[in-house]
């Protein structure tokens, strides 16, 4: 098995940012996000630093907000949190992973049908550039998205596993484990090491990817911070 730096997902967008993501992000000082309509996370190198979350400000703007994993648990001056939680980061060094001969690469082109399954199934945050970030592939029914799951934060070494989801009238039948696995071997195909979050409330998903192999690492928070309009 290939040695990976595990240290990188102490701060997974703040890594991933400032190294194979940079084309997706704005920076300032010691602060990154993502372009709006890529992802609203962002990250600053250490959250403990007011000066990085000053730099941070200066990214959002007056009532911007932004949203942040692995972040300190209160609040800085200047900000206020406005929703999240605590979730779980899994990593998949032992995940067995396989193509799906029914799963499909999307493109460009499906982005409306990938925004509409979101709306409806609320996976998390997902912007009209979500897809640029990584492999997404889809299972369709009668010619309609039905599942899918794709790529967001990749820090060196990693990619995360994210946007999973299934129409409701499909749940059941094993797509998302399926395509779990299916993004995980292209992960694979490029020497990376696949791992995801999931909300700490969401049981079910987190039971299923533990049997799946997935590993408990830690867990993380996810908040929504904005910037208080001085």
Request: hydrophobic residues 45%; proline residues 7%; contains cysteine.
């Amino acid at each position: 098995m290939t040695t990976v730096d595990r240290a990188v997902l102490d701060n997974p967008a703040w890594t991933a940012l400032t190294h194979g993501q940079k084309t997706f992000a704005e920076a300032r000082g010691r602060a990154a996000r993502y372009l709006p309509d890529v992802s609203p996370f962002a990250a600053v190198a250490d959250a403990a630093d007011p000066a990085a979350w000053a730099d941070l400000a200066e990214l959002a703007g007056p009532g911007g907000e932004v949203w942040m994993p692995a972040a300190a648990d209160g609040t800085m001056p200047g900000w206020e949190r406005t929703g999240g939680g605590v979730g779980v980061q899994l990593t998949g060094e032992d995940l067995t992973a396989a193509p799906d001969p029914e799963a499909v690469r999307l493109t460009a082109a499906d982005v409306p049908e990938m925004l509409d399954l979101v709306a409806r199934t609320k996976p998390g945050p997902f912007g009209p550039r979500t897809r640029e970030l990584g492999t997404y592939l889809g299972i369709r029914r009668e010619g309609a998205l039905v599942a899918m799951a794709g790529e967001r934060m990749r820090p060196p070494g990693w990619a995360e596993i994210s946007a999973v989801c299934t129409d409701p009238a499909f749940r059941g039948q094993g797509l998302a484990a399926r395509l779990v696995r299916a993004v995980a071997a292209a992960v694979r195909e490029r020497g990376e090491t696949p791992f995801l979050h999931a909300a700490g409330t969401n049981t079910g998903a987190i039971r299923l990817y533990l049997a799946m192999g997935f590993q408990h690492r830690r867990d993380i928070n996810f908040h929504a911070y904005r910037r208080v309009a001085s």
